[in-house]
């Protein structure tokens, strides 16, 4: 009898000892599942997380992300309304919310530090309130509004970057919410991407408005670029119209003077304002305000010349060898003058009593930034006593002028006939 009772309580020990094992792995078992739950939903929530990251960065207006951001703050841990302030200086303004959530935001700002928002701000924490009816820190003005509405819970969270506080998001349930640590973090998180996004976001429209002033200051300066084209073309018009005038009137003095040589200077001085005038006939006509082809103006000029001396052209030949280049003004007036000059004397004097003969015109590139002008004939060949920097008359005394004024020098060659080299600097010309 005494070994059966003992080996029932021994027994019964096994039993008690057994039952508290299967005690012990039914807490665990729903520990376990417990924590597979929140490992779920940790899951569920990342991914939710991250779809609304993908979202959120294809969001550059301000204008649609503000309501978006209302709309899934709400969603993300089923409230029923958000609000959500942003920081300026020392206050908190009101950026936006769902239609109910900018209801309760009385205030237009909040001073960093006053009500659940401002402490947030302040804090730099997040804040879950259970019942915000009796939150003694909640303002008196809000907590009424939320006791109209409805509202019970409460759960904010400040809006952060490197640190920085740029806002506080807010949401509200009607049911009494325990807001528990993952619901806490997932807000944080989401709440941090939309404090990126809308930095990006003002970003973004400062650019825009950047890119449209801009654009606006181009169109300006185009249309104050037309409008000076336009006026600086009527002035090379008017001047080219006053250089026209006077070489009429010293056209019709030249036919007064009975003196031959008188009227050979009245003719010369005519041809002068001539190449001039040519000049701005081609400006005034071409695209290129700034810059005249000078190729085809010197073709231009020559012929005017050769009808003007009465040259025959079947004895005297003109050869012309240009780049095709573009000069300012300033560079293709001197250049037409040397070359009128040239032509002109060639003309009257390398070729007497019908000799032939050519007069030929070359302008290119030498070097790296050095332009040439060529003027030659192969006439009468120039004296050797002939001085080019004392010379006395008009035209020479002119060239050298005009030599002067591009900043060149002059080679002469006297060996056949005549030959002027001009060389200036390409680099003057873009200077000028």
């Not at 919310?97 to 209801?103: F, K, L």
């Not at 050298?400 to 001009?422: H, S």
Request: aromatic share 6%; net charge positive; proline share 2%.
């Amino acid at each position: 009898m005494e070994k059966r009772g003992a080996k029932k309580e021994e027994l019964i020990t096994e039993l008690e000892k057994l039952r508290k094992r299967i005690a012990k792995l039914e807490v665990l078992e729903t520990e376990h599942k417990k924590a597979e739950e929140e490992l779920e939903k940790k899951t569920e929530q990342l991914i939710t997380l991250f779809d609304l990251g993908k979202k959120i960065t294809s969001l550059v207006s301000k204008e649609k992300l503000i309501p978006w951001i209302a709309r899934q703050s709400a969603r993300l841990l089923g409230a029923d309304v958000c609000k959500f302030w942003l920081k300026e200086g020392n206050y908190l303004v009101r950026g936006g919310g769902t239609r109910e959530g900018m209801e309760l935001m009385q205030k237009r700002r909040l001073k960093i530090g006053e009500s659940l928002s401002g402490i947030i701000a302040k804090e730099k924490r997040p804040l879950a309130v259970e019942n915000v009816l009796d939150e003694k820190r909640y303002i008196r003005k809000h907590r009424d509004v939320a006791k109209r509405l409805g509202y019970v819970s409460f759960l904010g969270v400040p809006m952060m970057i490197a640190k920085k506080t740029v806002g506080v998001i807010n949401i509200y349930t009607k049911n009494p919410r325990k807001f528990k640590k993952t619901d806490i973090e997932l807000l944080s998180a989401f709440a941090d991407m939309a404090a990126l996004a809308l930095v990006n976001a003002k970003l973004f429209r400062d650019l825009e408005q950047e890119i449209a002033e801009r654009k606006l200051a181009e169109e300006k300066i185009q249309e104050s670029l037309e409008e000076k084209e336009i006026l600086l073309k009527e002035v090379y018009n008017r001047v080219r119209n006053n250089l026209e005038v006077t070489s009429s009137l010293l056209a019709l003095q030249s036919g007064l003077i009975k003196d031959k040589e008188t009227a050979h200077i009245y003719r010369e001085c005519q041809d002068r304002l001539k190449t001039m005038v040519l000049a701005h006939e081609k400006i005034y006509r071409t695209k290129e305000i700034a810059k005249i082809d000078f190729r085809k103006y010197i073709i231009a000029l020559t012929k005017t010349l050769f009808y003007s001396y009465g040259a025959d052209t079947d004895k005297i030949a003109l050869k012309i060898d240009i780049d095709d280049t573009f000069l300012d003004i300033d560079t293709a007036i001197p250049c037409g003058l040397i070359i009128n000059e040239f032509v002109t004397n060639s003309l009257k004097h390398a070729f007497p009593e019908g000799r032939e003969g050519e007069i030929e015109i070359s302008f290119h590139q030498k070097g790296k930034d050095k332009l040439e002008l060529k003027v030659r004939n192969n006439g009468i060949a120039l004296p050797e006593d002939f001085g080019f920097r004392n010379a006395k008359s008009i035209g020479l005394q002119m060239i050298n002028i005009l030599v002067n004024q591009l900043q060149g020098e002059v080679r002469i060659n006297r060996d056949v006939g005549a030959e002027f080299q001009i060389l200036f600097s390409e680099e003057r010309q873009r200077r000028d």
